[in-house]
Every structure is written in structure tokens, then in C-alpha cells.
């Protein structure tokens, strides 16, 4: 089942902060954030493991509460280059990771001068 | 390093015709994924290829076949096109093993008359 995100949609000016939720009614291995800008392929930016390890972007941090079975994506001082729509992708725990993502409802971040 | 890319980046066909995409997967990658996104939703997995075997299914119908060649690249074909099947098809490869990150391909939009 698609992992829910919250909220659908953020406006910014440059320099504040924003969180991203990532809420999945099944049990997770691990959670994947991605960022895509509008006509363009999605980026990578983080993986987040059971037992807390992350793998990904040195600026933009993130939590997983395993047992709640949610992710947040936490952006700070956001710049322009950060506007886009931030998918998550779980992994449910079946046997070990595949990379085979099933991919939140997205949310739109704008950041403005 | 030579990233993901697809081809071609735009196809128009209708209804009943069949479709081949093409991915070439990013160097020292040996796995890749098939993606379908909708306009305005989050990348859906359609199946994975490694090391020349089908990886893993999502919820499309037969009609959605593939294949990766030695060298790791990859052909989506579908057949019997419905107009449901327009959207943005995404290629990712990644590294074998657990919990790699994926590098998407601009992608190829799919218009079904």
C-alpha cells in the first residue's frame, strides 16, 4: 500500500525550515527519499535503515521511527535549489533490501526569494 | 561517469500498438528498475532486472514485458497500449547488493491516442 505524505504541499521563503512526513500502514526495512524537479528525473538523497543507519546528502537530515512506521525529512535554511517534489519509497522488511520501491503520495516544496 | 539514459524521450502510439523503451544503465551498475509515473503521482514499480533475470513483480499485467541484455541495459515493452498507459516511464540502475541508491533516467513520456 502507497505510504501516505504529509503535507501535500509547502511554501518557503529562502532560509526557513521545513519537515516532510512519511507515514506507511506496513512494517518497513528501510525508507528512501527522493527530490524531482518539475520535467526532470528524481534524485537521490537519503536512505534510512532499521537500527538508524542513513546513507545519502550531508545537508538535509531525516529520522525513521521504525516501530511507528514512519519517516521525516527535515530541510534547513532552505535554499532555492531545494524546490521540487520529495517522494518517499519504503521497502518492506521481506527478506532483506531489493531496491524495489513503493513510492509516497509526493510533496511539493516551493521555496521563494 | 555516464549516467542512466532512456530513449526515446517522447513517443506517441495508439491504441492496440505495441512499445519498446530503452535504458542504458549507469556504469558499474548491474541492476535496473522500471517505474511508471502518472502525471502528478509518485514513481509506481513495474519490475527489476539483475543480472539478466526478472527481480521482482509490481501489479501490471503480463502485457508489460522486459529485458536486460549482458551488458546490464534494459527494454521495457508493452503491449496492446491502453490509454491508461500514458505517462512518464523512469529507468533506474543501481549497484547489486542491499540498500543502493537508484539513478533515475530523464524518463520517456508515453502519449496513448
Given at each position: 500500500q502507497q505510504p501516505v505524505q504529509s503535507p501535500q504541499?509547502?511554501?518557503?521563503?529562502e532560509g526557513e525550515d521545513a519537515v516532510i512526513n512519511c507515514s506507511s500502514s506496513k512494517a518497513l526495512y528501510s525508507v528512501h527519499w527522493y527530490r524531482q524537479k518539475h520535467g526532470e528525473a528524481p534524485v537521490f538523497l537519503m536512505i534510512l535503515?532499521?537500527?538508524g543507519e542513513q546513507k545519502g546528502h550531508e545537508k538535509i537530515s531525516a529520522s525513521f521511527n521504525e516501530?511507528?512506521?514512519q519517516s521525516s525529512l527535515y530541510l534547513t535554511a532552505s535554499q532555492l535549489s531545494y524546490s521540487g517534489t520529495y517522494?518517499?519509497?519504503?521497502?518492506?522488511?521481506s527478506g532483506g533490501a531489493t531496491n524495489k520501491l513503493i513510492f509516497g503520495t509526493g510533496t511539493l516544496l516551493a521555496v521563494q526569494p | 561517469e555516464t549516467g542512466?539514459?532512456?530513449?526515446?524521450?517522447h513517443l506517441i502510439k495508439t491504441r492496440g500498438q505495441q512499445v519498446?523503451?530503452?535504458c542504458s544503465s549507469q556504469s558499474g551498475h548491474n541492476t535496473v528498475s522500471w517505474y511508471q509515473q502518472a502525471l502528478g503521482q509518485g514513481p509506481q514499480f513495474i519490475f527489476q532486472y539483475y543480472r539478466e533475470e526478472e527481480n521482482g513483480r509490481g501489479n501490471f499485467p503480463p502485457r508489460f514485458s522486459g529485458l536486460q541484455f549482458p551488458n546490464?541495459?534494459?527494454?521495457?515493452?508493452v503491449n496492446a497500449l491502453e490509454l491508461d498507459d500514458s505517462a512518464l516511464y523512469l529507468c533506474a540502475s543501481s549497484r547489486g547488493g542491499t540498500n543502493q541508491p537508484q539513478h533515475?533516467?530523464?524518463?520517456?513520456?508515453?502519449?496513448?491516442?
Open positions: 504541499a509547502v511554501i518557503l521563503r535503515l532499521k537500527g516501530k511507528k512506521q517522494f518517499c519509497g519504503t521497502e518492506p522488511p | 542512466v539514459t532512456q530513449s526515446p524521450t519498446t523503451l530503452r546490464y541495459s534494459s527494454e521495457l515493452n533515475f533516467g530523464d524518463g520517456t513520456r508515453l502519449s496513448i491516442l
